[in-house]
């Protein structure tokens, strides 16, 4: 079941954020002030309609995802910062659930582009195909962002007119 993120899923979120392997520890700590933010301000009440989703099985949260518009910087474009699952249920369709609940809930909102920035490294191969296998586009790579031989990644995909 998807369904909103509330105070209470923070900590777990940050545990299997941790587990996947793939984010570093100031990551985590970057998300953990985010999602104390986005509660602070009320869930999708601030300028840029953030919006924070959590997938739970079973009474026990295996995912989310973090997505918001652009605000005054784009036209209806939107970006998803956040997407993780548990590293034990990857591959089993958590993520394309939440993928889709993000883009359709911002298609609602009259979206018209999503996009997503991930890492170049070979660990986010699985990632950068996720992204492809679900539609997306590989828009853009900046070489050595991140840091030497860490290159951004630009992901889009068109949702509406």
Do not use: C
């Amino acid at each position: 079941m998807i369904r909103p993120t509330v105070p209470g899923d923070t900590p777990r979120i940050l545990e299997l954020t941790a587990g996947t392997g793939l984010f570093r520890p100031e990551d985590v700590d970057t998300l953990r002030d985010i999602l104390d933010a986005y509660h602070a301000e009320g869930e999708g009440e601030d300028e840029g309609n953030h919006t924070a989703a959590t997938y739970e099985l079973d009474g026990r949260v295996v995912g989310y995802v973090y997505y918001a518009d652009s605000a005054a910087l784009a036209d209806r474009t939107w970006y998803l910062w956040w997407i993780a699952v548990d590293k034990g249920l990857q591959g089993r369709g958590v993520g394309r659930e939440l993928l889709q609940y993000a883009e359709a809930d911002a298609r609602r909102r009259g979206a018209r582009l999503m996009l997503i920035e991930t890492s170049g490294v070979p660990a986010y191969e699985p990632t950068r195909r996720f992204y492809l296998k679900n539609g997306y586009d590989r828009e853009a790579v900046i070489r050595d962002y991140y840091r030497d031989g860490d290159d951004l990644v630009v992901f889009r995909k068109r949702l509406g007119d």
